[in-house]
Protein backbone atom coordinates (compact mmCIF):
# COMPACT_ATOMS: atom_id res chain seq x y z
CA UNK A 1 0.00 0.00 0.00
CA UNK A 2 1.24 3.60 -1.05
CA UNK A 3 1.77 6.39 1.68
CA UNK A 4 -1.21 8.20 -0.51
CA UNK A 5 -3.34 5.06 0.17
CA UNK A 6 -2.60 4.87 3.98
CA UNK A 7 -3.84 8.24 4.15
CA UNK A 8 -6.92 7.84 2.25
CA UNK A 9 -7.98 4.96 5.17
CA UNK A 10 -7.14 7.93 7.54
CA UNK A 11 -9.46 9.96 9.57
CA UNK A 12 -9.11 13.33 8.43
CA UNK A 13 -9.59 15.93 11.36
CA UNK A 14 -9.25 19.39 11.42
CA UNK A 15 -8.44 21.36 14.37
CA UNK A 16 -10.09 24.81 15.74
CA UNK A 17 -8.82 26.82 18.31
CA UNK A 18 -7.43 30.17 19.30
CA UNK A 19 -4.59 29.19 21.76
CA UNK A 20 -1.59 27.74 19.20
CA UNK A 21 0.09 25.43 22.18
CA UNK A 22 -3.28 24.26 22.00
CA UNK A 23 -3.69 23.16 18.76
CA UNK A 24 -0.32 21.57 18.63
CA UNK A 25 -1.03 19.79 21.65
CA UNK A 26 -3.97 18.08 20.29
CA UNK A 27 -2.44 17.58 17.11
CA UNK A 28 0.26 15.70 19.23
CA UNK A 29 -2.30 13.75 20.91
CA UNK A 30 -4.33 12.44 18.23
CA UNK A 31 -0.91 11.53 16.00
CA UNK A 32 -0.45 8.74 18.00
CA UNK A 33 -3.34 6.86 16.90
CA UNK A 34 -1.62 5.70 13.20
CA UNK A 35 -5.41 6.13 11.89
CA UNK A 36 -5.74 9.71 13.01
CA UNK A 37 -4.22 12.15 10.61
CA UNK A 38 -4.70 16.13 11.15
CA UNK A 39 -5.06 17.91 7.92
CA UNK A 40 -5.65 21.41 8.78
CA UNK A 41 -5.84 24.35 11.69
CA UNK A 42 -7.64 27.23 12.24
CA UNK A 43 -8.16 29.79 14.82
CA UNK A 44 -11.22 31.73 13.69
CA UNK A 45 -14.59 30.66 12.86
CA UNK A 46 -14.08 32.33 9.45
CA UNK A 47 -10.77 30.52 9.07
CA UNK A 48 -12.40 27.37 9.97
CA UNK A 49 -15.27 27.21 7.50
CA UNK A 50 -12.69 28.08 4.79
CA UNK A 51 -10.61 25.28 5.82
CA UNK A 52 -13.50 22.72 5.99
CA UNK A 53 -14.37 23.72 2.44
CA UNK A 54 -11.65 23.35 0.91
CA UNK A 55 -10.62 20.38 3.01
CA UNK A 56 -13.91 18.54 3.64
CA UNK A 57 -12.60 16.81 7.02
CA UNK A 58 -14.59 13.86 8.43
CA UNK A 59 -13.66 14.86 11.98
CA UNK A 60 -13.95 18.77 13.25
CA UNK A 61 -12.75 19.49 16.84
CA UNK A 62 -14.08 22.71 17.85
CA UNK A 63 -13.69 25.00 20.95
CA UNK A 64 -16.72 26.57 20.92
CA UNK A 65 -15.39 30.00 21.77
CA UNK A 66 -13.68 31.73 18.90
CA UNK A 67 -12.71 35.06 19.12
CA UNK A 68 -14.47 36.69 15.87
CA UNK A 69 -18.14 35.01 16.61
CA UNK A 70 -20.24 32.90 19.11
CA UNK A 71 -20.02 29.25 19.51
CA UNK A 72 -23.33 28.33 17.76
CA UNK A 73 -22.73 30.47 14.73
CA UNK A 74 -19.46 29.19 13.92
CA UNK A 75 -20.39 25.81 14.64
CA UNK A 76 -22.95 26.75 11.75
CA UNK A 77 -21.07 28.31 9.48
CA UNK A 78 -18.79 24.93 9.35
CA UNK A 79 -21.47 22.86 9.05
CA UNK A 80 -22.32 24.62 6.06
CA UNK A 81 -19.12 24.33 5.02
CA UNK A 82 -18.97 21.14 5.40
CA UNK A 83 -22.29 19.37 6.29
CA UNK A 84 -20.73 15.41 5.97
CA UNK A 85 -18.36 16.63 8.64
CA UNK A 86 -18.77 15.37 12.55
CA UNK A 87 -18.19 18.39 14.53
CA UNK A 88 -17.28 17.36 18.22
CA UNK A 89 -17.23 20.09 20.38
CA UNK A 90 -14.50 20.78 23.05
CA UNK A 91 -16.07 23.17 25.76
CA UNK A 92 -15.93 23.68 29.55
CA UNK A 93 -19.71 24.55 29.29
CA UNK A 94 -21.84 21.48 30.69
CA UNK A 95 -25.80 23.23 30.63
CA UNK A 96 -28.12 21.01 29.10
CA UNK A 97 -29.89 23.76 27.24
CA UNK A 98 -26.16 24.60 25.44
CA UNK A 99 -26.06 21.60 24.44
CA UNK A 100 -28.93 21.28 22.81
CA UNK A 101 -28.48 23.94 21.11
CA UNK A 102 -25.27 22.86 19.91
CA UNK A 103 -26.70 19.61 18.43
CA UNK A 104 -29.32 21.55 17.06
CA UNK A 105 -26.80 23.34 15.05
CA UNK A 106 -25.36 20.34 13.95
CA UNK A 107 -22.85 18.97 16.37
CA UNK A 108 -22.48 14.97 16.37
CA UNK A 109 -20.65 14.71 19.68
CA UNK A 110 -20.18 17.07 22.79
CA UNK A 111 -16.97 16.28 24.95
CA UNK A 112 -15.92 18.38 28.20
CA UNK A 113 -12.56 20.02 28.08
CA UNK A 114 -9.87 18.69 30.29
CA UNK A 115 -10.45 15.01 28.81
CA UNK A 116 -7.35 12.50 28.35
CA UNK A 117 -5.53 11.40 25.46
CA UNK A 118 -7.28 8.32 24.91
CA UNK A 119 -10.45 9.41 25.90
CA UNK A 120 -9.91 12.01 23.17
CA UNK A 121 -8.84 9.23 20.13
CA UNK A 122 -12.08 7.33 21.54
CA UNK A 123 -14.09 10.77 21.13
CA UNK A 124 -12.72 11.01 16.95
CA UNK A 125 -13.28 7.63 16.49
CA UNK A 126 -17.04 7.19 18.26
CA UNK A 127 -18.38 10.36 16.24
CA UNK A 128 -17.28 8.85 13.06
CA UNK A 129 -19.15 5.74 13.98
CA UNK A 130 -22.41 7.66 15.23
CA UNK A 131 -22.18 6.10 18.81
CA UNK A 132 -22.69 7.44 21.92
CA UNK A 133 -22.11 4.42 24.15
CA UNK A 134 -20.06 3.47 25.65
CA UNK A 135 -18.14 6.45 25.93
CA UNK A 136 -20.54 8.23 28.24
CA UNK A 137 -18.77 11.65 27.72
CA UNK A 138 -19.89 12.26 24.31
CA UNK A 139 -23.28 12.90 22.98
CA UNK A 140 -24.85 12.09 19.59
CA UNK A 141 -27.28 13.81 17.99
CA UNK A 142 -30.26 12.14 20.48
CA UNK A 143 -32.68 13.70 22.55
CA UNK A 144 -31.31 14.48 25.62
CA UNK A 145 -33.18 14.83 29.57
CA UNK A 146 -31.95 17.61 31.22
CA UNK A 147 -31.04 15.53 34.24
CA UNK A 148 -29.38 12.51 32.05
CA UNK A 149 -27.24 14.87 30.38
CA UNK A 150 -25.39 16.12 32.91
CA UNK A 151 -25.06 13.69 35.03
CA UNK A 152 -23.65 11.74 31.49
CA UNK A 153 -21.31 14.39 31.07
CA UNK A 154 -19.97 14.25 34.98
CA UNK A 155 -19.54 10.80 34.82
CA UNK A 156 -17.48 11.06 31.91
CA UNK A 157 -15.38 13.85 32.33
CA UNK A 158 -12.11 12.58 34.13
CA UNK A 159 -11.03 15.38 36.50
CA UNK A 160 -7.93 16.68 36.53
CA UNK A 161 -5.68 15.95 39.43
CA UNK A 162 -4.90 18.13 41.85
CA UNK A 163 -1.87 19.89 41.32
CA UNK A 164 0.47 21.52 43.65
CA UNK A 165 1.97 25.04 43.42
CA UNK A 166 5.55 23.72 41.69
CA UNK A 167 3.08 21.77 39.02
CA UNK A 168 1.15 25.25 38.30
CA UNK A 169 4.39 27.03 38.11
CA UNK A 170 5.82 24.74 35.91
CA UNK A 171 2.98 24.83 33.44
CA UNK A 172 2.53 28.36 33.31
CA UNK A 173 6.47 28.00 32.40
CA UNK A 174 6.13 25.09 29.93
CA UNK A 175 2.81 27.10 28.30
CA UNK A 176 5.35 30.28 28.25
CA UNK A 177 8.07 28.38 25.82
CA UNK A 178 11.24 28.31 28.50
CA UNK A 179 13.57 25.42 28.08
CA UNK A 180 14.71 22.95 31.22
CA UNK A 181 17.67 24.88 31.54
CA UNK A 182 15.68 28.80 31.30
CA UNK A 183 13.26 26.98 34.09
CA UNK A 184 15.82 25.49 36.16
CA UNK A 185 16.59 29.29 37.10
CA UNK A 186 13.25 30.55 37.08
CA UNK A 187 12.45 28.22 40.09
CA UNK A 188 15.94 28.57 41.37
CA UNK A 189 16.49 24.39 41.12
CA UNK A 190 18.70 22.28 39.56
CA UNK A 191 18.52 20.50 35.77
CA UNK A 192 17.61 17.43 37.46
CA UNK A 193 14.72 18.37 39.65
CA UNK A 194 13.39 20.52 37.07
CA UNK A 195 13.27 16.91 34.44
CA UNK A 196 12.34 15.80 37.35
CA UNK A 197 9.50 17.44 38.13
CA UNK A 198 8.25 17.04 34.31
CA UNK A 199 8.14 13.37 34.43
CA UNK A 200 6.03 13.45 37.56
CA UNK A 201 3.90 16.09 35.86
CA UNK A 202 3.36 14.21 32.54
CA UNK A 203 2.91 10.89 34.68
CA UNK A 204 0.03 13.11 36.76
CA UNK A 205 -1.53 14.46 33.82
CA UNK A 206 -1.60 11.46 31.59
CA UNK A 207 0.31 13.14 28.92
CA UNK A 208 3.83 12.20 27.11
CA UNK A 209 5.58 15.68 26.23
CA UNK A 210 5.32 19.36 27.42
CA UNK A 211 2.72 19.92 24.34
CA UNK A 212 0.11 17.50 25.59
CA UNK A 213 0.76 18.94 29.02
CA UNK A 214 0.12 22.30 28.17
CA UNK A 215 -3.13 21.65 26.23
CA UNK A 216 -4.77 19.40 28.73
CA UNK A 217 -3.61 22.56 30.94
CA UNK A 218 -5.44 25.06 28.75
CA UNK A 219 -8.43 22.92 28.22
CA UNK A 220 -8.89 22.42 31.95
CA UNK A 221 -8.78 26.48 32.72
CA UNK A 222 -5.61 25.68 34.76
CA UNK A 223 -3.54 28.19 32.85
CA UNK A 224 -4.75 31.25 30.52
Known amino acids: ?43 TAADAAAQAQTLQPEVILLDIHLPDTDGITALKRIKSAAPQARVLIVTINDHDGYIR ?15 RRQQLIDAVRAVVRKQATPIPFLFSQTPLSTDLATQEIARGMTPVP ?9 LSLLAEGHNNKAIAVKMKCSLSTVKKNLQRLFQVLDVSDRSQAVAVAFRAGLIK
Open 162 to 170: QLNSVDCEL
Open 101 to 115: QALQAGATGYILKGV
Open 1 to 43: MTTLDANATKIRILLVDDHPMVRTGLQSMLHTDPELMVVGEAD
